[in-house]
Structures are given as C-alpha cells and as structure tokens.
C-alpha cells in the first residue's frame, strides 16, 4: 500500500529582506521576493526521507497563497516531491492561523494522506501552532517539533527536545508531525531535480472546490484584530571603545554605573 | 471582577517563573485564578505561591493523562475550565508547547488568539497586546476580536510582583479526550547549575568569534560571575561548539534579558532576531565594522579572550 505524505509549506517574504506591512496592515507580500519558508525545507527533506525508506510512497506538498506561492512548490518539487496541490482565492488574503488551518485541512482531506509533516513555524507569522491546529481540526494525534522522526509498520515515532525535559514520543497513523531544523540539513535541488519538477503536476484549488465559505477565511473572518504595526525605533549606537588593555575594566565601569554589577 | 486564567507552567515541583510573570500581568486586565495541571502531589505548594502571587482560586487537576499524552490533555482542562468558569481572558506562556496547547484551547472556544505578547494591557476592546515581530523590527498591537482572548505572553515581559491573594484550591475533574500522540519516555534536561535561558535577567552569548568548544569557558566563567545564562550563535551551533539548546537567533530562543553580552558575534539578522528586544546590550568583537555595534550600548573592539577575563576578574573584586 501506498504511504501518502502530504507536506505544508508557506511562501513567505525572504527574512533577509526588509519586511514590512501592507496598507491594511497585514504581511507586505510585494516589497520583498519571496521563496519556501526555510523552515518548510526541513519538512520537505523529513518526508522525502521517509518515503526513501518506505516500500511504497508519495509526497505531496500542499500550500495555501497567492499565484507566486507556486515558486515554493516548485522549490519542493526539485527537492523530490511527486506533485502539489495549491490552493489559490482571492477570498483567503488576510487570513488569519484560524482560516489557514481551516482550508488547509479541508485541502488535506481531499487530497489524502496517512502523513502530514509541516516545518517548526513559518519565518514571517512565526507563531508555531498551525500543525497543532490542523491535528485539532483534522482530530488526528499532533507529534510535533520533533528533532528527529521516523515511520515503521503504520506508527510515527520521534524526539521531540522541549525546554525542560527531552520527550520521545510515538502515535499510530494517520497524524500530523512537525520537524525542526534541528532534524537535518535539507538537501539541494539537483538540475535534475529542477528539470523534472517542471513535469511534475500542480492541482490549482479554490475555496469552491472546497467547500469553504469565502466569509470564513481573510481578512473579514479573522478572530484578532491588528490596530497598528510601527518599525521598531532603530537603536541609537552608544559607546564604542577600542580595547588599549583595560577594555575589560571599561566594560566593568559601564556595567556597574548600569547597576548590574 | 473578570476572571483571567493563568496556567501555571511547572517544572521538579516547583512554578517556573514565567508563570509568576503571568499572574503579574494577569492582574492588570482582571483577576488571576491559576490553572496547574498534572503536578502530582505538588500541587499544593505551587497553589501556595500562586496564591502568593495574586491566585483568588487555584484550579487543580491531576491524573497520568498529562505526563503519558503530549498537549491534548492540557487543552481538555484549560479549555473545561475556561467554559465552566466563563474566564474573561485565558494567559499561557510562550514556549513550544505552550503556544500549541494556547492555539488548540482558543480553537475549541472559538477564540482569537494572539501569541508571543511582549506586554499586555486593558483597553477598550479587551487586552491590547504588543508583539515583536519582523526579527523585532517592527511592533505590532493587537486585540482579539471574537470570543475570550487567549494569549501566550513571552518571558520575561515583566518583573514577578507578589500580591497574596486566597490560592483557594479547587480540585477539578477533567473529561479527557485521548487522540493524543503518546509520551513513551521523559528524560529532563540536565541542569547547568545557571539560569534558564528564555527567563535569565542577564545573557551572555559567544558567537563565532569564540573559536572553539574550549572557547566557551571564558563566556562561561563571565556568565557565572554575573549569574548569568549562557546563549550561543546559530554559528558556534552549526559548529558544534555549543549545543542547540542555546541558540539565541530566528530558529532558537527568542531572548530579552534586561542584559545581553554577545561575545564574537558580528550580529547578523537571524542573530539580531533573538535578542534586539534585550534591555540593554553590550558585545565584544575584534571586528569594528562587526553590524552588531549598531545595536549596542556599549561596545568594545578588541580580543574576547582579553576583554572576558578582566570583565570577569573585575566583576569578582566587586
């Protein structure tokens, strides 16, 4: 039988870019090119690899974005993912974690899947939680921000490295995992790779085709409200000295006017 | 008054202080009552010091669930407790899993929810809150719009400030819902003996300029002096030189100690990310042109393995 991984990824603004906010305050999609999430690849390379040791097994990597959201199919595709499934309606710009977790679990059903595997967070929301709303929705066991993960006779197993206490944890599939990037270097597209994914078949979705009511999702079915998004006053530089062999004593000097010592 | 739930994260039998920063915070949009789950026989003293803290009522709830299942039990509970008690606003602290229990109660209360707050305060429409975002390059504020606001607040965005109040205990009996990824073993992390590092006052971080594994002992010996946690560049850990637990940047700990030393570390955004909301920063680079000068309040350009020693020595005569 055929173990089907879907894996989610976000197009996201580059994070060495300058990012900023839109007009209607939510993420600027247009000032900073964007690309797959880095933190995405490290899903991408998990389920790849997991396929690599199963008998049988296809990869399928879903996102929900804009027209140039397909560059971070591509991207996954030239990794070695088998076809994609893009989700794309005007209705969706604005949506808050709530909504994209809503249509991308109804895309999920769709498509089918014994696996889901999603990165840590994103690098532009960074909020963490979409794989554990997908596991509620879905109403699957989450195994998540594990560090290292495996799959063996219908069972997910993996570690997962919390602040206090390191967790191993495991749960029959169908479940939803998360990995980390501490769960191994993604690889490069080969040409090959880059060759093939132009083949490779992309699914395009609308909110129709899944059942979505358009006032759910966007900006208008949002469940928070952002009132202002203001650049962070730049940080005004202060002493700097050169260490002439006393730059240790300088440095005490400073820190004990600041009370800190 | 309206009833804010804390849940009180908890750790050896005793409450993490991120959580004492909670009910701090708590107190400025309505009442605190802390929620402690799975804390065996614990329970009561950590009820104590959340009473202590500003706790009216103290929900307890115990059972294997919540060491034997990841997140969902916590949700169950919280989110029992949070319809039966009709909270006005539910504060969890931001950590991995922290935000996912946070998502997945305001989920099935059909809540916003905001993650990552750096402060929190009563407005007009509900608690306004105050995220970093952008690798800290931006501030946004935000309210939630639809039903009980939860939020998961990052440590160290306040100063514990006790306030006693009753710590009544309440014993709760939780309808579990399973469907959880199962826990098959827990090994704790090994304690360094220093502050963790999301909730330390003060950091000291080597950077690439550090060189070596060895290098660490004088960031480490500057860090003790100072009781100090120790933080490592995405740099030093892709070189193994310090374990990833301690990566202060974009993809590691988020920090924002009143004090952060970085010690060669030329300050590149995913580092800056980490730590541009600190206090008051301070590094030490050889390289004057290093961008993390930028940032500091005081800096020294010269050698790390001179600068540290006499900081430290100079800091033991005091």
């Known amino acids: ?261 | 008054m309206a009833e804010i739930l804390v849940l009180v994260d908890h750790a050896d039998g005793a409450v993490r202080k991120p959580a004492l920063e909670l009910l701090t915070i708590a107190r400025r949009i309505g009442e605190p009552s802390a929620v402690v789950l799975g804390a065996g026989e614990a329970a009561a003293s950590i009820a104590a010091t959340a009473g202590e803290y500003g706790a009216a009522t103290v929900y307890v709830a115990d059972g294997t669930e919540f060491a034997e299942q990841l997140v969902v039990p916590k949700v169950d509970a919280l989110t029992q407790i949070a319809e039966e008690k009709g909270a006005a606003a539910v504060l969890v602290t931001s950590s991995g899993e922290g935000k996912e229990i946070a998502a997945r109660v305001a989920l099935r209360l059909g809540s916003g929810l905001i993650t990552d707050a750096v402060e929190l305060e009563a407005g007009e429409n509900g608690p306004v809150a105050t995220q970093s975002v952008f690798a800290a390059s931006y501030q946004v504020r935000s309210t939630v719009s639809k039903g009980v606001p939860v939020v998961t607040v990052k440590p160290n965005s306040a100063a514990p400030e006790a306030a006693p109040a009753a710590g009544a205990v309440e014993n709760v009996s939780v309808a579990f819902t399973g469907n959880a990824a199962k826990v098959v073993s827990r090994t704790p992390r090994v304690s360094t003996g220093r502050p963790e590092l999301t909730e330390s006052a003060i950091v000291v971080s080597g950077g690439r300029g550090v060189g070596a594994a060895e290098g660490f002992g004088v960031v480490e010996k500057l860090a003790d002096s100072l009781g100090a946690a120790v933080g490592a560049s995405r740099a030093a850990v892709d070189a193994g030189w310090y374990p990833h637990a301690n990566q202060v940047g974009q993809t590691g700990k988020q920090v924002s100690p009143q004090l952060y030393v970085a010690a060669g570390i030329s300050g590149a955004i995913q580092h800056r990310a980490g730590m541009q909301t600190s206090k008051t920063i301070v590094a030490v680079n050889k390289d004057p042109e290093a961008p993390i000068f930028d940032l500091v309040d005081y800096g020294v350009v010269g050698d790390l393995f001179e600068v540290l020693p006499q900081l430290t020595d100079e800091i033991g005569t005091r």
């Open chain 1, 1 to 261: 039988m055929t173990l089907k991984i879907a894996v989610c990824v976000k197009y996201v603004p580059d994070a060495t870019g300058d990012r900023g906010f839109a007009d209607d305050l939510t993420t600027d999609r247009e000032a900073v090119d964007g690309l797959l999430s880095e933190l995405d690849e490290y899903a991408v390379e998990q389920a790849l690899q997991i396929s690599e040791e199963a008998d049988d097994a296809e990869v399928t990597v879903v996102t929900v974005g804009p027209d140039d959201a397909r560059d971070a199919l591509r991207k996954a595709l030239s990794m070695g993912a088998d076809k994609a499934v893009h989700v794309n309606d005007e209705s969706i710009h604005g949506s808050d974690v709530f909504a994209t977790s809503a249509i991308l679990a109804k895309a999920l059903e769709k498509t089918g899947f014994d696996l889901v595997v999603c990165g840590m967070a994103s690098t532009d929301g960074a909020m963490g939680v979409l794989p554990a709303l997908l596991a509620e929705r879905l109403n699957l066991p989450q195994v998540t921000l594990l560090s290292e993960v495996s799959v063996e006779d219908g069972t997910v197993k993996g570690r997962r490295d919390g602040d206090a206490a390191t967790e191993l944890l495991q749960a029959p599939l169908p479940a939803v995992v998360s990995v980390t990037d501490q769960s191994g270097e993604a690889r490069y597209p080969s040409f090959k790779g880059i060759m093939a994914a132009k083949k490779k078949p992309v699914e395009e979705l609308d909110l129709d085709d899944l059942d979505v009511d358009a006032d759910e999702v966007g900006l208008g079915g949002s469940w928070t409200l952002v009132d202002s998004a203001t650049p962070r006053p730049p940080r005004t530089q202060g002493t700097i000295v050169t260490d002439e062999g006393d730059g240790g004593k300088q440095l005490a000097a400073f820190l004990a006017a600041q009370k800190f010592i």
